[in-house]
């Protein structure tokens, strides 16, 4: 029975994921005066993506052709990390968020190398602003977690929500504050949003994440784009489980599940909301910027860390 | 207890956290209209923290006290630096000599200092600790703030923080200072203001900018 | 004392090493001598490995006595700890040498390579030597031994006077550190009585703590030297590019982990713990160490001299396991001080592994294309897809990335300094939980640095013609590769298969030390998420047809060349500029004609990179040293009367001395 839900909402976040991209997609076309595409239309492009066919540069290798299947891989399991409506998931009391934000890095490491096997000069492009990127957001990312591990005495994804869920929601503690802080801007900067990267950009120069992804094309670039949607998805989910997991089931009972499951959807349309706001409200940062801009994350997240020794004692 | 006893307890338990907030943004803020606007907001918290502890402790003079806070920093001062910075001409950029990460980190470990610092005095004060620790780092905030901008606009701005901070260590330490002391502070610092906003329209008449770090004449 | 096949197998591996391999390759200049050297060699190794994992079985104390054949005490016992050590230099040096062997035949001459071989050999027995001794005497003899052999396979390669110079650096440094561990000998010496371990041992505990403090802190500068910590890893990137790659990788892989012993054996076993300050001291140096080792690796274009920084950066990662497990002991956790001292314990053992294993890919580089310089490389996954696949295991399991197993060794540091919160000392509670930031920071830009490395020189187009027409590593070569990648994906994917021993390891090395359950369990998870990761991966991949070959796009120009390819350099320039401060590159540039500044005719860019603390730290004291020796100087007349002089007074000193001792 525990599984079969664990494996419903692994599924639940990995074929939402385009649905997500899509209702944020329609919510800034919304906020900028257009109509907007249909919030279907990911799933659309995804298949029409893996019906085409898949075309290798001559100069690449094998390299080329197994980076966007083990990308896809790697955030499959991720997704297997977070608990969506019950306060379990498939590796969440196993795992804990190191090995979450490493296999991200596995991931990432993976598409940056498929990026510079193509042998053009975005793909170099991409790979070594991508490179600057990751490596400075996983600071506050780790560092954000370790604060809420802290005061959970819990290293597991699922161990943390649950101390979470018994805590009263009013009760808001100036490291959980701190904390969110931090982690929203590294979801920002991780998922390629606004202020750090412009997702929708198709000039060569501004592309971070779009660069790595110029010589793919057909169900490779398929693989990608639906590996970057279940990234999106399930930090979304994981910023809900960590800050706001109140109306998780976690008995067994149908009920109670239907119930989480829309407070879920609420939950994740009013972070949408938000990052739709976000995403026309700000301006793309230099590319110079960025690393203040984790920086800044960085120094809350070591003030979290700090603040744990105050609220625990 | 009612809604407003509950609203109050929320405010008393957790203002420091968004005066942290408030002073963390503070030190990203790369233009002056925000960072005012972020004054004005710090001010508001201490206004919601003097009218909480007014209900709480049933003083009549920390509502006159509230007012007049909200009365002159939430909109009186915040509306003066706009005019005068619309007056001045000058550009919207604080000038800070450090970076925003920089900056952040420096404030944090301000705070650090400021909770070492109320918690090795542990229980010598009666003032719940978050809260006096907040004041501390808003003094040491302002002192910052005025050290590393550059434009005179925000070493005004540093000093107005650096009162916030003194003003609530007071009120934490004394619960509620006499009225006419708080009445004679804010007359001062309506004051000093003047006095600044007459020192910045020379200063920008006289050298044609409001850039603190290019005054070496003053040496003489 | 009767011989049991343990002490054989040890008594061989010594003999080999030490004896009949250097006799045969003095002896015969035939090839066949030499192939029978090496399978002697590698014998040894497999002996080696017999005797560490049966003594780490039966815990066996002592092996072999030569104190008959030297003046001194020089005895051998292998403990648990002696036997994981042994166990990773057997482990590395058989790969290494199966590598070697094509390696030497395609790049010394016939005279070189006899050379070469003896002293490998040689270079083998005095790390063995030094892991397995049980008295100061035969520690320090193999010590000392490691030094001067490893020297001389560096200038076996040739001895340019910029090659000679790079070797002083590395001898200057390796005998101020082993000053540094003789003077921890003697300063334990009048309360031990002997030179003995077990006799060390038991003085540790009743020593006066102004002696312990200067023993840990002895200890830390003359195995910190060896291990290239900051700011003594200065020989680390002169030694590194310049010895052959067979030997770079047993100097990397196996060398700085003796250092890592030396550290553990007197930190842990003989001081039981350190000062209070001591773990705070090692912590702070080996966080430095991380952080600028990687960065200076990633601005690196030479693979030699990348993989040398990256080496000290590893170094740091495993001191900031030892400093933390001091923390602990300083507070009596037990629990948190085996967590930690496991984790870096598995860390030297990783990076002897991918590290040689990187260092051996960077020498069949050089046997194809005759250059190590990423600019002048690109494109070799095609043209060499067997030693590429290798390279990239190494790749990803120093970057930290699941599923290898640099990743199992950093996340037990990682859950050691969460483990920290749990500490009522608020100073250790605080700074630990701290840590997680900077080695997330080392290990986001160890990734980054391997991407460029294996990106730029294995992948996209080539950039040289060596590269163009780079040939596939001999056979030999991708053995030894292949035998060190599947360790590095089989601790990866198996952790268990080191963690309870080392558990166990730990125990018995510190009394009372163990490990939290749950951490263990990630020898159960990791192969879970494998399972995940690439079952999901086969999933993806039957979604995808066969690949048509198409041409890159080049924004609508005919073609593109290679020079169009981001190159090591500008991959690395942005975390270049973020991190400017702690380059301070020195940038000359030149135009001319010089009256008009947009249309020059000649651009002349110049980049030097002189590391600040080099300046700042060193200057001081070769200028000191220098003035020293000239005013000296001035004791050499000449004069054979004064000569005498000396004599003479030396001999009345001591005569005076001996007289008012009494």
């Known amino acids: 029975m525990k599984i079969m839900v664990d494996i419903l909402q692994l599924l639940l976040l990995i074929l939402g994921a385009p649905l997500v991209r899509g209702i944020i997609a329609r919510f800034k076309a919304r906020l900028q005066k257009r109509r907007g595409a249909s919030i279907w239309r990911p799933y659309v492009e995804l298949f029409k993506l893996l019906r085409k066919e898949d075309l290798t540069p001559p100069t690449s290798s094998a390299v080329f052709r197994l980076a966007p299947v083990l990308l896809f891989g790697c955030t499959v399991c991720v997704a297997a990390f977070i608990p969506v409506a019950h306060v379990s998931a498939l590796l969440g009391s196993r795992g804990d968020f190191f090995l979450l934000v490493y296999l991200l890095g596995l991931g990432r490491f993976s598409l940056s190398l498929g990026a510079l096997d193509g042998g053009s000069a975005f793909g170099g492009m991409g790979a070594s602003r991508e490179a600057l990127i990751s490596s400075l957001a996983e600071v506050p990312f780790l560092m954000g977690l370790v604060a809420l591990a802290i005061l959970s005495s819990r290293a597991d994804i699922t161990g943390m929500v649950a101390w979470t869920l018994h805590q009263n929601i009013f009760n808001i503690s100036t490291v959980h504050i701190l904390a969110f802080t931090s982690l929203a801007m590294v979801v920002l900067a991780e998922t390629g949003r606004m202020p750090v990267d412009n997702p929708t950009t198709h000039l060569e120069l501004t592309m971070i994440h779009e660069g790595m992804l110029l010589e793919y094309s057909g169900p490779s670039l398929a693989l990608i784009e639906w590996a970057s949607a279940i990234k999106l998805h399930a930090m979304l989910a994981l910023l809900i489980a960590l800050f706001g997991p109140w109306g998780m089931a976690a008995g067994g009972s149908g009920w109670g599940l239907a119930t989480a499951l829309l407070l879920y959807c609420a939950k994740v349309t009013v972070l949408m909301v938000l990052l739709s706001v976000i995403e026309s409200a700000a301006a793309k940062l230099r590319m110079y910027l960025v690393p203040d801009f984790l920086g800044v994350a960085s120094a809350v997240s070591a003030l979290a860390v700090i603040f744990t020794m105050w609220v625990k004692r | 207890m009612g809604l407003v006893g509950i609203a109050t307890e929320k405010i008393l338990s957790s203002f420091s956290v968004f005066l942290f907030l408030t002073i963390i943004l503070l030190a990203v803020a790369r233009r002056i209209s925000t960072s005012v606007l972020l004054f004005s907001l710090q001010s508001a918290i201490i206004t919601a923290e003097v009218l909480a502890t007014g209900f709480q402790e049933k003083l009549a003079s920390a509502y006159l006290v509230g007012i007049l806070i909200f009365v002159i920093k939430v909109v009186a001062i915040p509306r003066a630096f706009f005019v005068l910075t619309k007056r001045l001409k000058t550009v919207h950029d604080v000038k800070a000599s450090t970076t925003p990460s920089q900056s952040v980190f420096v404030v944090a470990v301000m705070i650090y200092l400021s909770y070492a610092a109320v918690h090795s005095y542990g229980g010598a004060v009666r003032a719940p600790g978050d809260s006096l620790a907040a004041a501390i780092a808003l003094i040491l905030t302002g002192a910052f703030l005025m050290v590393s901008r550059k434009k005179a606009v925000m070493q005004v701005l540093g000093l107005l923080v650096m009162e916030n901070g003194i003003f609530l260590a007071a009120l934490l330490t004394t619960f509620g200072m006499p009225l006419v002391i708080e009445i004679g502070i804010f007359f001062d610092i309506l004051m000093g203001l003047l006095l600044m906003g007459i020192f910045m329209f020379r200063i920008s008449d006289t050298f044609e900018h409001l850039d603190v770090s290019k005054l070496r004449r003053l040496r003489g | ?662």
């Open chain 3, 1 to 662: 004392m009767p011989m049991g096949p343990i002490e054989m197998a040890f008594a061989y591996l010594l003999s080999v090493l030490g004896v009949f391999v250097p006799a045969i390759l003095i002896v015969s200049r035939g090839a066949r001598a030499r192939r029978l050297a090496i399978t002697l060699i590698l014998t040894a190794g497999v002996a080696g490995g017999l005797v560490a994992v049966s003594s780490f079985l039966w815990q066996t104390t002592s092996l072999l006595d030569l104190s008959w054949a030297t003046p001194f005490p020089f005895s051998f016992a292998v403990d648990r700890l002696s036997a994981f050590f042994l166990l990773l230099v057997c482990a590395v040096a058989v790969p290494v040498t199966i590598f070697a062997s094509p390696y030497f035949d395609l790049h010394y001459s016939e005279q070189q390579r006899r050379w070469t071989w003896a002293f490998f050999s040689l270079f083998l027995l005095s790390m063995i030597v030094v892991v397995t001794a049980s008295t100061g005497f035969a520690f320090l003899a193999g010590w000392e031994l490691m030094t001067l052999v490893s020297a001389a396979l560096i200038l076996i390669e040739g001895d340019s006077p910029e090659r000679r110079h790079n070797v002083f650096v590395y001898l200057l440094m390796m005998h101020v550190g082993a000053a540094a561990v003789a003077g921890c000998f003697f300063l334990f010496l009048p309360y031990s009585h002997s030179l003995d371990f077990g006799m060390i041992r038991a003085a540790g505990a009743a020593m006066p703590g102004g002696i312990r403090a200067a023993v840990f802190l002895s200890a830390f500068v003359g195995f910190g030297a060896k291990a290239g910590l900051i700011p003594l890893h200065l020989w680390l990137p002169r030694a590194h590019p310049i010895a052959p790659s067979p030997v770079s990788a047993l100097m990397s892989g196996i060398m700085l982990k003796t250092a890592v012993y030396g550290f553990v054996r007197f930190a842990f076993d003989f001081l039981g713990g350190g000062p209070w300050w001591s773990g705070y001291v090692v912590l702070v140096v080996a966080a430095f160490t991380g952080l600028l080792g990687i960065l200076y690796a990633i601005a690196e274009h030479d693979l030699k001299r990348l993989l040398a920084y990256s080496s000290v950066e590893n170094i740091g990662i495993v001191f900031l396991g030892l400093g933390t497990s001091l923390i602990f002991l300083a507070h009596h956790s037990l629990l948190g001080a085996g967590l930690a001292l496991v984790g870096a314990l598995l860390h030297a053992f990783n990076h002897a592994f991918f590290k040689s294993l990187l260092f051996l890919g960077a020498g069949a580089i050089s046997s194809s294309t005759h250059t190590v310089d990423l600019n002048e490389l690109g494109g070799l996954q095609r043209r060499m897809p067997v030693t590429g696949a290798a390279v990239l295991i190494g790749c990803c399991s120093i970057a930290g990335l699941p599923l290898f197993n640099g990743f199992v060794s950093e996340w037990l540091i990682f859950r050691s300094f969460l483990a920290g919160s749990s500490l009522v000392d608020a100073k250790a509670g605080i700074i630990l939980p701290l840590m997680v930031g900077i080695l997330a920071l080392i290990g986001g830009l160890a990734a980054a640095c391997f991407v460029k490395a294996f990106g730029v020189a294995f992948l996209g187009r080539p950039r040289s013609a060596e590269a163009e027409h780079a040939q596939e590593a001999p056979l030999g070569m991708r053995v030894g590769l292949w035998m060190l990648g599947a360790g590095c994906i089989c601790i990866g994917i198996l952790p268990g298969l080191l963690l309870r021993p080392l558990v166990s390891l730990v125990q018995v090395l510190v009394p009372g030390a163990g490990v939290p359950e749950e951490t263990l369990s990630i020898a159960y998870i990791i192969p879970w998420i494998a399972a995940i990761v690439l079952g999901t991966s086969a999933l993806a991949a039957l979604l995808r047809p066969r690949a048509r070959m198409a041409r890159t796009w080049a924004c609508g120009l005919p073609g593109l060349t290679s020079r169009m390819q981001y190159t090591s350099t500008v991959f690395s320039k942005p975390i270049r500029s973020v991190f400017a401060q702690v380059y301070r590159p020195d940038r000359k540039v030149e135009q001319l004609p010089t009256d008009q500044p947009y249309f020059p005719a000649s651009i002349a860019y110049q980049s030097v990179r002189t590391t600040s603390y080099e300046r700042v730290l060193y200057r001081p004291f070769v200028e000191l040293f220098i003035s020293l020796a000239h005013r000296l100087r001035r004791l050499q007349t000449g004069n054979i009367q004064i000569y005498l002089l000396y004599i003479f007074l030396a001999l009345v000193s001591l005569l005076t001395f001996l007289r008012f001792q009494r």
